[in-house]
């Protein structure tokens, strides 16, 4: 019991089946739409769950066989009992296809009582009744045993697979097997005159003709899954009331009117209706067509009327047989291949939708170009975004024609690169819009190639990203105006160094102007090479208060950062000259460790200065405690792997314990003046030229490092 | 309220700037009109361009000046000469002119002694003051203004020699 009941549990699982209350739920909540057709194929099984729908199923397989026994025997050629279609093997069958294998006992066990009821009503012995259950069970067992194994469960006719394997099976292997039981039975019992070869062959015909009308049938309408997908709408519900009236109508004047030197040929009359019920209604439309055509032409074949009643009984029966199974056959593959189509086609549409679903709650624009077709696709956002008009064709041209003028050679240029290697391209340009505005786009993008390797589908995304463009675009500004701040505000700290650098030489420009004036003020005859001398030293003074000056200006300056090739020794050089008095205020030595032929950096130079006086100022600061013998800076520069380092090395406090990254945080700081932004800064600088900016503890203080990419070198190559 | 021990003078005590080592070496001896060393004026200054443009000023007053670009070179030169007027630089390398001038008080008390500054720090003239200086300028200064403190300090030396 426990393994039967872990088989359910992994039947279901696998099936993907639901429990009846829950699959109501799902489909009231809409599920069953976005459901995909592969779940929706697999929750067919007729539940038999609970003991009403189990009696429920019972009460119907017992109608369902005892009137198609009924029927059968009303479609037998009198006064020769020739059944010519014999429905209760194949709608048990149907049966044992619609439910699950563990219930199969109870099938048969409701067609057994259906079963003697109908046979004993025929006087047929009590041995010859059980004989014939258990070779109709026993071809039904068979068929459905064998269309289980070859198809996925549970079997519908909804795919050319599930037909073929259906036919092979359910309408020649089953029957064509179990005749064999079945007219041994016959001659066992001794039951009528007919040969064994004769019961046989009527047995197979009418049994095979049975299970390709009447089975299919019930599969159809039985479940759900050949039910239209949508909601049947007025015009189709019309369309098949009309087909239906025809088919009926047609039906009776083929086979119930015409005489029987009729020309064959109106034989064929029927075609075109079934091929428009296959085709329009799928599986149930082929399904109810087929059964309707086979029920006049049996019915008028038994009772006297039709093209089929000339010959003698069995010939008649076999016609009418061959007849109606050649016209089931290719319908009900048709109906499977039109079922198929359009599962596939739902399937597409549903991911399609699925796709432009996701694709505009993310506002992405997509689009395809079919260039074997000459088809364009692309969603709303899509064409919001870029501005074509919802039909409008899409081409490379009318693309292009809305790109920034600036970027347009560049796009072009990056499509024709992924055009030609079929890779895949990524593009971040400007898109001009009618209106004039601006927006920044980033479009990925791969062209798809058929086997004969030519250009055959563009696929295509794009997103807006003007938002973060000009989110980094401000905070970038942002950055620079508060470096820039940062750098007011250590020029203001060093006020009176700088005065004092200013000051020297506009104090030895005055004293050399005060000595030449007296000079000639004496009226002693001057030697003129002593007087250039003082020119000339006014000159240099002159020169050096004003790139003390220009430094200052330099470094406080608001405008646009501007990289270029920069050596960071001359970097060291300039921040030392402009440190210089505060240095020697603090009384703090420098050592310069520099590097021989260090590469040049390709950066903004103030900033560079910036970084380097901030971890200076940072040293000063951190030895501010330290006895005056011992305040000592070491500045190092050396390359390494295409990276130049430039490090800051002090004997002070050293750094946090605890995490010494703090340091870099904004609003850190060990004074209570500072601000803490100095190091923070500094780093933002490293970063945004591509560097990095460290800090480590020693034993005696403490180094900060900072690495930025050397420029190539000239005659190296850039790309490279 | 003079300063009590060379601490209270170590406003930044003195360190080296190795790149700022070029050392001076600036001959004032052989300007015109010198008299004798009794006379000459001595400038210590760590800039060379002041070192040479004070020179050349109080040259135009026929006053003899020899410079120094070291504290450590002048301290040693006052151990064995007499130095009527020293004129003192505060912000240097290796030690700043306040200290000189506590020094300077120690081993000749009766050099008069002018302090000049790049930057204006009322903290330090006072403490100048104290110690006795005589005149305060800050660069860049009046030349008139310099030469007549310049002049004031030397008489006052001839002074203070015809007292002897």
Redesign the interface.
Known sequence: MAGEESITCRHAITTGSWPRGMEETREENGWRAASTPQLRRSREFVSLENPGRLIGAAILIFLGYFFGAQLGFALTFKPHPVSVLWPPNSILLAALLLTPPRTWWLVLLAAFPAHCLVELQSHVPAGMVFCWFISNSCEALLSAALIRYFTEEPTRLNRLHNVAVFCCCGAFVGPFLSSFLDAAFVALNHWGGDTYWEVWRIRVSSNALAAITITPLILAWAGTANAPRQATSRVVLLEAGVLAMILLALGFILFDWLTPDTDVALLYAPLPLLLWAAIRFGTRGATAAIATIGLFAVWGATHGHGPFVEHPARESALYVQIFLSLISFPLLFLAALTEERKETEDVLREREERISLAAGTAHLALWTIDFKRGRSWMNGVGRDLFGFAPNEQLSREVFLARVHPEDRERVSDAIDRARNASQHFEIEYRLQRESGETRWLISRGRYTRNSQGQISELLGVALDVTRQVSANLELRQQQQELARLSRIAVMGELTASLAHELNQPLAAIASNAAAGKRFLAGGASIDPTSFREILDDIFTDARRAGSVIHGIRQFIRKGEETRCSVSLDGVIEDVLQLLHSDLVNRATSVQKQISVSLPAVQADRVQMQQVLINLIVNSLEAMQEVAPERRRIIISSDHSNGLVRVAVRDFGVGLPEDNPENVFNHFFSTKAEGMGMGLAIARSIVEAHGGELTAESLSDGSRFSFRLPAKPSVGQSTSG | MGPRSIGDL?L?????????SGKLSLDCRKMPGEASTNESVCVLDD?P??L???N??L???GIMVRGFSDPTDFLAFVQTRSVPVAILDV???RMTGLEVQFKLTRISPHTQIIV?T????PGVKQTATEMGAIAFF????D?EE?ISAVRTALRATRAGKSDL
Do not use: H, N
Not at chain 2, 12 to 20: G, R
Not at chain 2, 118 to 121: A, K, L, P, S
């Open positions: 170590c930044q005590p003195y360190s080296a700037l190795p790149f700022l800039d361009s002041i040479k443009a004070v050349r000023l040259a135009t007053e912000w240097m390398a000049m790049g930057r204006g720090d800050v660069k860049p200064f030349d310099f």
